[in-house]
């Protein structure tokens, strides 16, 4: 599927957004959790899973999205939702525990809803293809054309719900788009302990799907296949299965020693930044100006700035309010 200039230049601003999005988060996570590393303590209590390096995955495939497109994702959620295009206020108040956040400050960043642009995530490993399934089928039975894209990584295809979901999308012809981003580890586990195969879309023979790998990162190669995927699934015939080879440059979990990795494995990963490699190839083919791209970034910055303006200053949701929009037995 051909790129237009004006995709490729929405693309860059997309990963440059997530890029900076999560090097501040990981700066405003340590503030007050030193000098012992105390994980309730700071304005960012509890776990944090930061993407910087996947953007290619999320903005490759999202580009290709609608706001009725729904997306689910997982523990490791900001760069598909920022590429799906939830709202970066609400999500970063939601990230600090604030009333003014996506769930009132009651989800946390690995529980983002966003029902106006049908983004879900979820903690739990695997769970996001059951309801990326159920999308499909809605989308079906209201006759509609549009799709359902999970997100999932390389640990998760391991997982019973996630091979559960490619079977029921597959015999039912449902309009969804698998899509695992392999990223190498799965906490300290790498693929080849986890997983029979070297590539999960060879799994896709298993459910008579197509499926395709995406080598290196490379946003522009995800961007066509996905399109493939998409179309395919919104002119109804059936899901696909997508694998990106991409690069997770944060640890597991921020606090996380990263003791099982290679000690030059991020430098050498970070060599070849795929955001710094769609800079020189835009700029090389006359797509983008070197002011151009400073516009971008600088558009970006006061984005994400203007959002963590939002969440520090948003109230905390008072503690009359614990049980409300929660189950309680
Ligand atoms: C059902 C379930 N089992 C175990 C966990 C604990 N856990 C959290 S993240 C993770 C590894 C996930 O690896 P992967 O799917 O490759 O995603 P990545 O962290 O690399 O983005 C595990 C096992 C969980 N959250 N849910």
Redesign the pocket.
């Known amino acids: 599927m051909p790129i237009d200039a004006a995709t490729l230049r929405t693309m860059y601003a997309t990963m440059v957004k997530i890029r900076y999005y999560e090097e501040r988060l990981a700066e405003i996570y340590r503030e007050g959790k030193t000098p012992l590393f105390d994980i309730s303590a700071g304005p960012v209590p509890g776990e944090m899973?930061l993407?910087a390096g996947q953007e290619p995955v999320a903005a490759g495939v999202c580009l290709h999205l609608r706001p009725d497109d729904t997306v689910t994702a997982?523990?490791?959620p900001h760069h598909v939702a920022i590429a799906k295009g939830v709202d970066l206020k609400k999500m970063t108040a939601e990230i600090f525990g604030k009333r003014t956040g996506l769930g009132k400050g009651k989800g946390g960043h690995m529980h983002l809803f966003d029902p106006a642009v049908k983004f879900a995530c979820s903690?739990?490993?695997?769970?996001g293809g059951p309801p990326a399934v159920g999308a499909g089928l809605a989308s079906r039975k209201l006759g509609r054309d549009s799709v359902a894209v999970n997100f999932?990584?390389?640990?998760?295809?391991n997982?019973g719900a996630w091979h559960e979901s490619l079977n029921l999308a597959a015999l039912w012809k449902l309009p969804v788009i698998f899509v695992v981003?392999d990223?190498s580890?799965?906490?300290s586990?790498p693929k080849s302990k986890s997983t029979a195969v070297a590539r999960n879309s060879e799994r896709a023979v298993a459910y008579g799907i197509p499926g395709a790998y995406v080598t290196d990162n490379d946003p522009i190669e995800v961007y066509e296949v996905a399109g493939e995927a998409v179309a395919r699934a919104r002119r109804g015939d059936g899901p696909s299965l997508i694998e990106v080879k991409t690069y997770?440059y944060f640890g597991?979990f921020e606090g996380d020693p990263q003791v099982y990795r290679p000690k030059d494995e991020v430098g050498e990963l970070k060599q070849k930044d795929p955001i710094e490699r769609l800079k020189q190839r835009l700029i090389g083919q006359g797509v983008l100006t070197a002011d151009g791209a400073a516009q971008i970034e600088a558009q970006a910055r006061s984005e994400v700035e203007d959002a963590i303006t939002f969440a520090r200053e948003s109230p905390y949701p008072a503690p009359e309010e614990a049980l409300n929009d929660v189950f309680v037995a």
């Open positions: 899973h993407a997982s523990h490791r903690g739990i490993i695997g769970a999932a990584g390389e640990g998760a295809a997982q981003e990223n580890w799965a906490i586990v997770r597991h």
